[in-house]
């Protein structure tokens, strides 16, 4: 069962829990277990291995519970935007959908940069006027083009080369300098949307087992301001230390200074 509890451990971890994991690591999940049958590894029957994968190999009880997962078009947008795999896992999680999901991809942001057209009462009240002419106006030439003025094709052919060619990044923090240059701003924001996961209630439950240790029954008598104090203290005490020991240093070089004064 090691695999399996690796998976576990890596999708409860706390640190970079986005949804845009849980698709790569359920495919490691599922390779890892045909490579335990395919090698023989397995010494006795174990039936929580053979209730994911079947005595011959195939992988028939993993697709009953985890395969339509796979076909989730929001969990592939999850993965294709997170920088740590982005199109170079998405080929290896649903070949057969890469294409679709860079189209969807690109169509979202393509409609999140293009302005709305005004609505028909406003554009009726608004006073109309002449446009001028490029000729009439001699700094013209040093106005770069607005997204208004670009055209939605042009928009799209743009930030398909920017999914084709956004590499994979290696480093485990996820970062603003990690995604594409181009509309960086609105790939954020699809990062956001696809790859927040839902909220564990892990932290919640520790935080009810430090108020046990501080509400004990010989501090039942303490007012809930100076209960609060001590289990926000408690949870930080980490905090706390590093402050404590940054004083203590400055403190020791205080000292340090004032004696080659003397």
């Not at 795999?85 to 649903?94: D, I, T, W």
């Not at 701003?185 to 009810?208: C, D, G, H, Q």
């Not at 100076?226 to 706390?240: A, D, H, S, W, Y």
């Amino acid at each position: 069962m090691k695999p399996v509890a690796i998976c576990l451990d890596r999708l409860q971890a706390e640190v970079n829990a986005y949804m845009g994991i849980l698709l790569p690591y359920l495919m490691l999940l599922k390779r890892d277990l045909q490579a335990i049958k395919r090698e023989g590894e397995l010494r006795y029957a174990d039936p929580l291995v053979d209730a994911l994968l079947e005595q011959d190999g195939t992988v028939h009880g993993f697709n009953n519970r985890f395969m339509h997962l796979f076909a989730d078009e929001d969990l592939l947008m999850a993965t294709l935007t997170y920088p740590n795999h982005g199109p170079f896992m998405l080929k290896h999680v649903a070949p057969a959908l890469e294409e679709d999901i860079k189209e969807r991809l690109i169509r979202e942001i393509v409609t999140s940069i293009t302005p709305d057209p005004l609505p028909s009462s406003q554009s009726q009240d608004m006073v109309t006027e002449k446009p001028k002419e490029a000729s009439d106006d001699p700094f013209a030439f040093l106005e770069s083009p607005t997204v208004m003025e670009e055209d939605g094709s042009n928009i799209g052919e743009l930030i398909k080369k920017e999914v084709d060619t956004w590499g994979r990044s290696k480093v485990a923090e996820v970062k603003p300098g990690q995604f594409p240059s181009m509309h960086r701003e609105k790939w954020i924001s699809l990062f956001i949307k696809y790859n927040t996961a839902l909220p564990s209630s892990a932290a919640v439950e520790r935080m009810f087992s430090t108020a046990g240790d501080v509400l004990r029954p010989k501090c039942a008598s303490m007012t809930s301001d100076r209960f609060e104090k001590l289990v926000f203290t408690k949870g930080n005490m980490q905090l706390l230390d590093a402050v404590l020991r940054r004083e203590r240093r400055e403190g020791e070089c205080d000292s340090e200074r004032e004696t080659d004064v003397e």
